[in-house]
């Protein structure tokens, strides 16, 4: 199932850490303090999350406040034909919540001392039995981050669906 496509929730925020700190921190913490972190981002514990976009109403919103136990992990993300250097945080609670944060090289830094800037983020609320997976595509002169996550299951059911966040928005911030 593909929902719409959609604009990353993009922020012009500077952060204190890169996310190689950031992962540094969680994997070292069994209770991470994940407000504080999207208090410094400028984003919300709120999950912004599909189910309302296609006409779920979830008994309860999903918060991610608490990060006991969470994995984070960074992977490069690239497209053909682009010099980009964005990486994803992915940050996900054992059995539930996941993250992704979007960063990039701020330029001018030298590789040794990489500043980066937080660009934007991505949710998804339900990892029950799997944890989401990304990856990036083109298709026509667009270019997308996508969530490929676990959907509705239970016996006999099984749904996965395909999230496109448009990368369009994120030119935006290269200044």
Not at 78 to 84: M, P
Not at 95 to 105: E, K, Q, S, T, V
Not at 147 to 160: D, F, P, R
């Amino acid at each position: 199932m593909l929902c719409r496509v959609e604009d990353l929730y993009a922020r012009s925020a500077s952060v204190k850490n890169d996310p190689y700190g950031i992962q540094k921190r969680i994997t070292g913490q069994h209770d991470f303090d994940v407000v504080g972190l999207w208090q410094d981002l400028g984003i919300s514990p709120k999950m912004e999350t599909v189910y309302p976009r296609v006409g779920i109403i979830p008994d309860e919103p999903a918060i991610f406040d608490k990060c006991e136990d969470c994995r984070a992990e960074i992977n490069p993300l690239t497209w053909k034909n682009s010099k980009d250097k964005l990486v994803a945080l992915k940050i996900l609670q054992p059995w539930g919540l996941c993250r992704f944060l979007i960063f990039r090289p701020l330029r001018g830094s030298t590789t040794d001392k990489l500043k980066w800037q937080f660009i934007g983020h991505a949710d998804h609320d339900f990892a029950r039995y799997q944890p989401p997976k990304h990856k990036t595509e083109k298709l026509a002169n667009g270019r997308y981050f996508v969530i490929t996550a676990q959907g509705v299951s239970g016996t006999g059911v099984s749904l996965e669906y395909e999230r496109w966040y448009l990368k369009a928005v994120l030119q935006h911030y290269k200044k």
